[in-house]
């Protein structure tokens, strides 16, 4: 358990999002960066870090204003750096060691991408990607990654599901409504990345089971079958890319 806040009252302030910031092949020790309100205005964010050194929390820096969007209860933790990404396409990035902010591009949205139906922001073996799915009837996307240096956003990859489409046709529902005659029931759960970017993969989550799928040669194999009485029902697509978590092998306490 976490000590409470200790930059103001728990009951005056509100409390956006907290991340880790832990890399188990530099230390042993890691932070948890909180963004949450500040007493003086409602329009502004204040950083509190909690250290396991200290075993304490501390203020860092002053308030700040942010995109009124920013998701920060979903930030990612990579080349030292906390990152939030909102809806509308902006950025942030914390250096946690610095403490302070660094600049970071805008997400490579599309302008003609129409109602986006996925979206995907995570971190694998040293490298930031995001994708996004668009309508209800693709099996095609792009995954980007972003250069260490923060100069922009690059396609890493072109993936194709077409093959699980044709491999489980349960994937495909039909519905009354013509605008969504074909709705492809699948959720992207996480990419892996491997030292050889032709073993990298994606961990692909259907109704009732959950796949990996090569990136390189576009093969795929089932990984897990979720049992009956941890499923929604048939067709569920219960767990999303907020609910997996790669697991490193570390003796670090957390």
């Not at 979903?74 to 906390?82: H, L, R, S």
């Not at 030292?195 to 796949?211: D, R």
């Amino acid at each position: 358990m976490l000590p409470q806040l200790g930059g103001a009252s728990s009951c005056a302030i509100t409390v956006y999002g907290v991340s880790l910031a832990f890399d188990p092949s530099k230390s042993s020790h890691y932070d948890v960066v909180c963004v949450r309100s500040t007493v003086e205005s409602a329009y502004y964010y204040q950083i509190e870090i909690y250290s396991s050194r200290d075993r304490g929390w501390r203020l860092s820096g002053s308030p700040f204003v942010a995109p009124f969007d920013m998701v920060f209860d979903n930030g990612v933790f990579w080349n030292g750096g906390v990152h939030w990404i909102s809806p509308t396409g902006a950025s942030l990035c914390f250096d946690v060691k610095k403490e302070q902010f660094r600049t970071m591009p805008r997400l490579p949205i599309s302008e003609n991408r129409g109602c986006r139906r996925f979206r995907y922001f995570g971190e694998s073996h040293g490298h930031l990607h995001f994708f996004e799915i668009y309508g209800s009837r693709t099996a095609q996307f792009k995954i980007f990654e972003l250069e260490k240096d923060y100069s922009g956003w690059f396609v890493k990859y072109h993936v194709e599901l077409d093959s699980i489409v044709s491999a489980f046709p349960e994937v495909v529902r039909n519905y009354m409504d013509p605008d969504y005659m074909n709705y492809y029931a699948f959720v992207m759960l996480h990419l892996v990345r491997e030292g050889n970017n032709e073993e990298s993969s994606l961990l692909v989550h259907l109704p009732g089971k959950i796949l990996t799928y090569n990136v390189g040669d576009k093969t795929f194999r089932k990984l897990y079958e979720i049992p009956a009485d941890q499923s929604n029902g048939y067709g569920s697509l219960q767990y999303g890319w907020l609910d997996a978590y790669e697991f490193i092998e570390t003796l670090a306490p957390i």
